[in-house]
């Protein structure tokens, strides 16, 4: 699927951010998908993972609200989240 005629990635990367930025603070509110089913399922994965990944560092790559991240805290050593939208993770640190 192409984006309409005129419009780049970087105008869709700017769109993004914007929409992340202005929901940054009440991201985990109006997403609705996290529970702690959904934590506890991430978590076993994450330890998995763990088992397979010698260095014990975690990247998360559009980390929005930290979810990711806050799943692996005690399982991985290191964890560093990257968003397009610097909001979301100052609102999240």
């Known amino acids: 699927m192409s984006a309409p005629s ?4 970087t105008d869709v990367t700017a769109a993004n951010r914007r929409l992340y930025d202005a929901m ?3 991201y985990e509110q109006m997403d609705g998908r996290r529970s702690p089913a959904l934590a506890a399922w991430l ?6 993972l763990r088992r397979r990944t010698p260095n014990g ?3 998360d790559l559009g980390a929005g609200s930290g979810f990711v991240s806050r799943c692996a805290k ?3 050593d290191r ?5 397009v939208s610097s909001q979301i993770l100052e609102a999240n640190r």
């Open 57 to 59: 560092r975690m990247l």
């Open 43 to 48: 978590r076993t994965r994450l330890m998995d």
């Open 79 to 83: 964890r560093i989240g990257m968003d």
């Open 24 to 26: 940054a603070l009440n």
């Open 6 to 9: 005129g419009i780049t990635a």
């Open 74 to 76: 005690g399982i991985f």
